[in-house]
C-alpha cells in the first residue's frame, strides 16, 4: 500500500516536532537546595531536613526524640511551619507561616489572620507519629512552601520555624480556641538554609 500525501505530511511533521526536543520539562531546578533546623524542647531533641530538587515541591524529612519525662508521648503531635525564625520563648516564631502578607511587599496577599485560615496556611502540615518509645517521625512533601526566593519562601526577612505542639491536630476550620491545632508548644527549631 502506498502512503498518502497528507499521511506523508503527519508523519513529517511528527518527526519535526519531537526532533527539537531532546527532553520533556520536569520542574527539575538546576541547583538543589537545602535548609535544616535543630529542634530542641524540654527533654527533646531532633532534627528536620528539608530538601527542594523541583519547582514547587519541597520535602521535608523530621526525626525527634524524646525522655521519658518529656511531652514528646506516644501518638499524634501537631507540626507546623511557624513564621518566625525565633525559639526563644517559643512563642516568639509568631503564629502559623503564610507566606509573604506585608500589604507593601504582597499588595494582593489575602489571607485571614491567625487561626481562621488554619488548616490552610502555608506552613500547615501532617501529624507526626510518636512510638512507645518516644520516638517520631514525619516525611512529607508539601507544594505550599519555597526555599528560594519569593512570596512563599521561608527565608524572608525574619525566617520562620518549626514548632512541635503537645497535642494532635484535628484540621478544625477556624478552630474554637488558639490551641485547638495541637494544643501547647512542645519544641522549636529555627530553619536555616544549607550550602
Not at 531532633?46 to 521535608?60: D, P, S
Not at 484540621?171 to 550550602?195: F, N, Q, S
Request: glycine share 10%; with cysteine.
Amino acid at each position: 500500500m502506498k502512503p498518502t500525501i497528507p499521511s506523508v505530511v503527519l508523519i513529517a511533521a511528527a518527526v519535526a516536532l519531537t526532533a527539537g526536543c531532546s527532553r520533556h520539562y520536569t520542574g527539575k531546578l538546576d541547583q538543589r537546595l537545602h535548609a535544616k533546623a535543630v529542634i530542641a524542647g524540654p527533654g527533646i531533641t531532633g532534627e528536620a531536613k528539608l530538601h527542594q530538587e523541583y519547582e514547587g515541591r519541597v520535602r521535608i524529612v523530621l526525626k525527634l526524640e524524646g525522655t521519658a519525662e518529656s511531652k514528646l508521648t506516644p501518638g499524634l503531635h501537631a507540626v507546623h511551619i511557624h513564621e518566625t525564625g525565633a525559639c526563644d520563648p517559643f512563642t516568639a516564631a509568631k503564629g502559623h507561616f503564610d507566606g509573604n502578607v506585608d500589604p507593601q511587599v504582597n499588595p494582593e496577599a489575602n489571607v485571614t489572620p491567625g487561626l481562621g485560615n488554619h488548616p490552610y496556611h502555608l506552613g500547615d502540615l501532617p501529624n507526626l507519629t510518636v512510638d512507645e518509645n518516644r520516638k517520631g517521625s514525619l516525611y512529607t512533601i508539601t507544594s505550599r512552601v519555597t526555599l528560594a526566593p519569593g512570596l512563599n519562601s521561608l527565608f524572608d526577612k525574619d525566617g520562620s520555624a518549626f514548632i512541635i505542639h503537645g497535642l494532635e491536630d484535628k484540621y478544625l476550620p477556624d478552630p474554637p480556641a488558639k490551641d485547638a491545632p495541637g494544643g501547647p508548644r512542645i519544641a522549636c527549631g529555627v530553619i536555616t538554609m544549607e550550602p
